[in-house]
């Protein structure tokens, strides 16, 4: 069986919406003092859309889910030449 990588691709465009709507709503019940403010979170993933790092909506270098990574304004790019 071929699997199917998507190299620039969010979680939004691999999971069915049921799969995508866990990962909303961790996003959605941050507590607001240790989420990225909107503006920075799009910014981020903006960033990590181009990186060559990113496959499948994960980061190569560290593993994690990068719209997860990216809400938490405490979190920054784990690449050596950080991006965000």
């Not at 049921?18 to 990962?23: D, F, W």
């Not at 909506?57 to 991006?83: L, Q, S, T």
């Amino acid at each position: 069986m071929n699997q199917r990588f998507c190299k620039k691709c969010l979680l939004d465009k691999l999971f069915e919406e049921k799969e995508y709507k866990h990962l909303q709503d961790y996003i959605k019940n941050l507590d607001e003092y240790i989420k990225t403010e909107d503006k920075e979170y799009k910014e981020r993933l903006g960033i990590c859309m181009k990186c060559d790092n990113l496959i499948n909506g994960m980061c190569k270098v560290c593993g994690c889910f990068v719209e997860m990574r990216a809400a938490v304004k405490k979190n920054y790019c784990p690449d050596i030449e950080k991006h965000w």
